[in-house]
C-alpha cells in the first residue's frame, strides 16, 4: 500500500508571496492532518480535516488555510509568507478514530527568503 | 491545552545496551500514546503506540510502558543497533489533536 506522499518536497519562496502545498492520503484514509516542524517549536499541530470539514484547529494565525476534497486529498496555503513560516510541513492520515494511528509524509521543506 | 516533555534531549548509548527515552503529559484526558522515530530527511514513523487502558506494549526490541497515575509514560530499546540512532518524539492526543514532546536525539555508537 502505498504511504502519504506530499509535493513538492521543496519550495524556496520570498517573503510576502502564497504558497499551497499538496498531501495525498493513503489510501483509505480519510482523516488529514497538517504539522509545523521546526528546530525552535518542534512539532506543531495546525489543522486537522475530515471529510472535506475542518474538525480541529491549532493555534496559527488565518493566513494558514486548508481544505479537502472529495477523494481526501488536501492542501494547505500560506498566504503572505514570513521568514519564520520556513519549516518542515508535515501531513499526516489516519482512519477517521480520532486517536488512530496517524502516518506521516516525508514533509515538504519550505524555505522563506 | 495538553503539556507534553520528554527527556533527554540527546542520549548516546553502545551497540547492543538500552536506551530509554521518558515523557510526561499533564492532561488526563489524554488516551493515546504514540511513539515516532524520525531519519534525516524523512518524516516521522510510528513504531509504537500504547493505548490509557494498557500498562505496557512489546514489540520485539521495543517496548512502551504507560503509568496513568503519574502521567509518565516511556519507550525503551534494548539491543540498540547503529540503524536505531534517529530522532524519537513521543506525543499525548487528546481525543482532539496530538501534542508532541521535543524528540530525542538517540545516537548508537558501533
Known amino acids: 500500500k502505498a504511504g502519504v506522499t506530499q509535493t513538492p518536497r521543496y519550495l524556496i519562496k520570498t517573503r510576502g508571496q502564497q504558497v499551497t502545498l499538496s498531501c495525498s492520503p493513503i489510501?483509505?484514509?480519510?482523516?488529514v492532518s497538517w504539522y509545523q516542524q521546526t528546530p525552535g517549536q518542534g512539532l506543531q499541530f495546525l489543522f486537522e480535516?475530515?471529510?472535506?470539514?475542518?474538525?480541529n484547529k491549532g493555534n496559527f494565525p488565518g493566513r494558514f488555510s486548508g481544505r479537502q476534497f472529495s477523494n481526501s486529498r488536501s492542501e494547505m496555503n500560506v498566504s503572505t509568507l514570513e521568514l519564520g513560516d520556513s519549516a518542515l510541513y508535515l501531513c499526516?492520515?489516519?482512519?477517521?478514530?480520532?486517536?488512530?494511528?496517524?502516518?506521516f509524509g516525508p514533509g515538504t521543506r519550505l524555505t522563506v527568503t | 491545552g495538553e503539556n507534553v516533555e520528554q527527556h533527554p534531549s540527546t542520549l548516546s548509548v553502545q551497540e547492543g545496551d538500552s536506551a530509554v527515552i521518558k515523557c510526561t503529559y499533564s492532561?488526563?484526558?489524554?488516551?493515546?500514546f504514540p511513539w515516532y522515530k524520525q531519519e534525516l530527511g524523512k518524516g516521522p514513523q510510528l513504531i509504537i503506540d500504547?493505548?490509557?487502558?494498557?500498562g505496557e506494549k512489546k514489540d520485539q526490541r521495543i517496548a512502551v510502558t504507560l503509568n496513568k497515575t503519574a502521567k509518565h509514560f516511556s519507550l525503551h530499546i534494548t539491543e540498540t543497533q547503529p540503524e536505531d540512532s534517529a530522532v524519537y518524539f513521543c506525543?499525548?492526543?487528546?481525543?482532539?489533536?496530538?501534542?508532541f514532546g521535543t524528540g530525542t536525539s538517540l545516537t548508537v555508537i558501533p
Open positions: 499526516a492520515s489516519s482512519f477517521p478514530d480520532r486517536a488512530g494511528e496517524q502516518y
Open positions: 480535516y475530515f471529510s472535506e470539514t475542518q474538525r
Open positions: 500504547i493505548r490509557s487502558n494498557v
Open positions: 489510501s483509505g484514509h480519510r482523516s
Open positions: 506525543a499525548a492526543n487528546t481525543g482532539n489533536q496530538f501534542y
Open positions: 492532561d488526563s484526558a489524554s488516551n493515546y
